[in-house]
């Protein structure tokens, strides 16, 4: 029997923040329409989103680790330097598992996805976007950021959740929405234009799926299809003759990048065993995979699925999130911005720094964090093994919400918290409401980036109200 | 661990103080030549009595030439000290060693600290190179994590406790506008203080410290001499200082309600000075008011109250210029202002003016009948990772 290639785990990343879009015409007079999009919090890039959907995806495997990480997105926290070594090292990856960026494209994204399911070994395929328009236009409201992370290998692996099944692609060039480097946003040819280049483009691709997959429509349970020109994208799904998933426009947004590998989680979120999905990408051509459901399915998903997080939300203003982008510059507090890391202290400390493992005492049991090479009790040097936190969860001891200190968004909410099972650390609360923090809360860390000095990112970790 | 202190061997015998204010027209050079020539005027010197100087700044200067320099000293010794906000007690601390040991007859420990060229309000650390990976919160916030505690240890209503802790900046203010030294001459009501704004937790600026520039000075000789220069020295009691591990902020076994630094120093300097209740003991005190939680959490810690009614002694009026032990008569650093090089040599000439009953007559104590020994804790960093000082004074030898 031929060895079947799939998925093995999955997992997205929804923010926490939403923008209600009514907030946005009642701010700006225009723009805006009905429902939400989701907002990366102003402590997020697509570096940390990708973290946490990669943990999410790996968190329901036991011990699995990838052969290799492909990170894909068109908003890249640094060129020149890789971003995935980033995500490599906040998952405490191998020195031997290559990490590599697919930049540039929306459809670098999807092609990456392919090129893991038609490729040996196992592939962690990592997407993620934060989608910013001009403040009216129709990514301000219709854009979304998320990220999600597919670990793509055979059934030698382990149990697949979703077989490939195959697919086809086509690929055409045509200047309907473009980008230069530097710019945040995208602009567009008029929206007729694209939806004529478009649909040949589909139609030949959806074709030549079904004819390389023996498939007709008729077997085809469901449809993901999406594309950042929504008007082709629509045109393309009611001419499939199949059914077709929500496209979160109305409560997550467009979101790039991450948009089709983040529709096709949620649909195996919902789907039975033995579905068979259809992944249909309008991206500078069309790309259209079809994946069938396995029994594995069930057990293997993530904790927490696409619903679950659009669910799980509290608004942002509108005038914070222009703030966060970039968008509308606020007064900060008058006080010195933070000094840019150390390169050299941050690759001594990279366990501690990118993979929050501190250090527990042999002899006494205590848990230090930061590392530390001498206990606070029992006096032994040099005698403490490793000790993993980014999973633990803990109880906020006591905490304050400091509205003094240097922030990108103040006030900066901090707590003492103590893990279960050991360890205490003073850390920043994110994604909290200030007012709503109490002694005893349950935490869980996150992977964020605290401050950008000199152009240096300065990743480290954060506590959040525990979601699981 | 022995800590012998250096009971009755050196005394204070000259002390000067700058008011301690936004200086925009006085360099840090201005106020160490004004604080030395009041503390040598103070004890009846010239510059050239003078064998050694410890000379204390957190980060308005570095090494002894910053201040060799603006004094013109004459091929002297000068140790720059630091040691965070504790610094000042800390050039102290060592002036008195080195006459204690006998290698100087004379040594002068001055401190200063010039905040408001900086261009930001508060006060802001040196920045050195890290992993990122440091804490960024300001010390307000920090000194803040005690309230939720204590009201959560204690079963103190959040609300009161923050009456509470305004109720120490209201009688650090009353105490302030009788001190023309001070920063802040206004007296403040804790009402008014629970109306402001909070900044850190419920904490408004009025629970902070006074961010002022300021300049300290002392001179020390061997206690055999001390009557030389004056006919009222403040003896050495005792000398303490802690450094912390900084295990309570891996500890979870520390609970915020405390500062084990500061109450192990004061074990360590009632010892030396043969203390055995310092509610009665002591004529008065100063303490390292930074934030209006940290005086409450220090009455405890430094055994004038009880654990856990700390605050209702706040509410008595203890601590009142006519408490039962008065605390920090010059109105503190909330009042007096924190120019952090120079604030422990500050403390140290209240207890100097006190002792001696110098103070003006309306924020002098009414205990010298009886007492004679002032407690001056000076202390630096934050909760579960500080330094403290505390040091006794008295004007009778034992």
């Known amino acids: 029997m031929s060895m079947t290639r799939g998925i093995l785990a999955y997992g997205a990343h929804v923010p926490y923040r939403r923008l209600d879009r009514a907030e946005i015409s009642s701010v700006m007079g225009a723009g805006g329409g009905r429902g939400h999009r989701a907002v990366a919090s102003f402590d997020e890039d697509t570096t940390t989103m990708g973290v946490a959907a990669a943990r999410r995806a790996l968190g329901a495997l036991d011990n699995t680790t990838p052969d290799a990480l492909w990170f894909s997105t068109v908003a890249p926290a640094y060129l020149d330097k890789t971003n995935a070594t980033v995500i490599h090292a906040a998952l405490r990856l191998d020195s031997t598992i290559p990490a590599l960026d697919f930049g540039g494209a929306q459809r670098s994204a999807v092609g990456a996805l392919r090129a893991a399911l038609t490729a040996p070994g196992r592939t962690l395929v990592v997407a993620s976007d934060i989608r ?76 030549d799926a079904l004819a390389a997959t023996d498939l007709t429509a008729d077997d085809v349970d469901i449809a993901v299809v999406t594309g950042l020109h929504g008007r082709a994208s629509k045109k393309a799904a009611s001419g499939l003759g199949v059914a077709v998933a929500d496209d979160r426009a109305a409560t997550i947004g467009n979101a790039g990048a991450a948009h089709p590998s983040l529709l096709l989680a949620d649909a195996l979120d919902g ?135 240097y922030s990108q968004s103040p006030p900066v909410v901090f707590a003492v918290v103590d893990f279960d099972g050991g360890g205490r650390m003073p850390i920043e609360l994110t994604d909290a409401d200030p007012a709503e923090v109490a002694i005893g809360d349950r935490v869980e860390m996150t992977f964020r980036r605290m401050f950008t000095a000199d152009g240096i990112h300065n990743y480290f970790w954060k506590a959040q109200p525990a979601r699981g | 661990m022995a800590s012998h202190g250096i009971l009755d061997r050196v005394a204070i015998v000259g002390m000067g103080c700058t008011p301690f204010r936004e200086h925009w027209d006085r360099s840090l050079d201005d106020l160490l030549i004004d604080a030395h020539g009041l503390a040598l005027n103070s004890a009846g010197m010239v510059k050239d009595d003078v064998d050694a100087y410890w000379y204390g700044t ?187 591990d900084g295990s309570g902020l891996v500890d979870p076994a520390f609970d915020f309600t405390t500062l084990p630094e500061c109450v192990a120093a004061a074990d360590d300097a009632y010892a030396q000075a043969g203390i055995t209740d310092p509610r009665t003991d002591l004529a008065m005190a100063e303490v390292h008011d930074c934030f209006t939680p940290t005086e409450l959490v220090l009455m405890e810690d430094l055994g004038f109250s009880e654990r856990g009614e700390g605050w209702s002694d706040v509410l008595d009026g203890r601590f009142a210029l006519d408490g039962d032990l008065p605390v920090n008569t010059d109105g503190g650093l909330k009042s007096f202002g924190h120019p952090v090089g120079a604030s422990g040599l500050r403390m140290h000439y209240e207890a100097w003016l006190q002792l001696r009953g110098e103070a003006p007559a309306d924020r002098g104590v009414t205990t010298l009948d009886t007492r004679s020994r002032a407690l001056v804790h000076n202390l630096g960093g934050y909760p579960g990772e500080m330094v403290s000082f505390v040091g006794i004074w008295g004007t009778e030898k034992d």
């Open chain 1, 132 to 207: 910013i328009g001009l403040p009216t236009g129709p990514e301000d409201g219709g854009g979304g950021d998320a990220a999600t992370a597919i670990l793509t290998g055979s059934s030698d692996d382990g149990p697949l959740l979703a077989e490939y099944l195959g697919g086809a692609t086509t690929t055409g060039e045509f200047t309907d929405r473009w980008r230069t480097p530097g710019s945040a946003y995208s602009r567009t040819w008029e929206d007729r234009f694209g939806e004529q280049a478009y649909m040949p483009l589909v139609r030949q691709a959806w074709a």
């Open chain 1, 271 to 405: 789907a039975e065993a033995s579905a068979v999905v259809a992944l249909v990408v309008l991206a500078d051509g069309c790309e259209v995979l079809f994946f069938r459901t396995t029994d594995a399915l069930a057990a293997g998903r993530p904790t927490r699925s696409v619903a679950a997080q659009v669910d799980d939300r509290a608004d942002v203003a509108y005038t914070r999130y222009l703030a966060w982008r970039g968008l509308l510059e606020i007064q900060p507090p008058n006080r010195p911005e933070p000094n840019r890391p150390s390169s050299a202290s941050a690759l001594r400390r990279t366990d501690w720094k990118h993979g929050f493992v501190g250090a527990t005492d042999r002899t006494t049991g205590i848990t230090h964090l930061p590392p530390s090479r001498i206990g606070i009790a029992g006096g032994a040097v040099d005698d403490m093994d490793p000790a993993p936190m980014a999973d633990a969860t803990g109880t906020i001891a006591t905490f304050t919400v400091d509205h003094l200190v």
């Open chain 2, 58 to 244: 957190s980060q308005s200067s570095a090494s002894g030439i910053s201040l060799a320099t603006p004094l013109r000293l004459d091929n002297r010794p000068v140790t720059r000290v630091e040691n965070y906000c504790a610094t000042g007690s800390e050039a102290l601390r060592q002036a008195c060693y080195a006459v204690a040991s006998g290698a100087y007859d004379v040594a002068v420990a001055i401190g200063g600290e010039k905040v408001k060229d900086g261009g930001y309000q508060g006060l802001n650390a040196f920045p050195i190179p890290t992993d990122g990976t440091n804490r960024t919160l300001t010390a307000a916030a920090m000194f803040s994590l005690m309230l939720p505690a204590y009201a959560e240890r204690y079963g103190v209503d959040e609300d009161k406790l923050r009456y509470v802790v305004a109720k120490i900046a209201e009688k650090n203010h009353f105490n302030g506008a009788r001190n023309d030294l001070a920063q802040f001459r206004r007296e403040m009501s804790a009402e008014a203080i629970c109306e402001m704004a909070a900044v850190a937790g419920p904490l408004s600026v009025f629970d902070c410290a006074g961010v002022a520039d300021g300049a300290a000075a002392a001179v020390v000789v061997p206690a055999g001499r001390a009557t030389d220069y004056t006919d009222a020295p403040l003896y050495v009691k005792a000398l303490s200082l802690v450094a912390g």
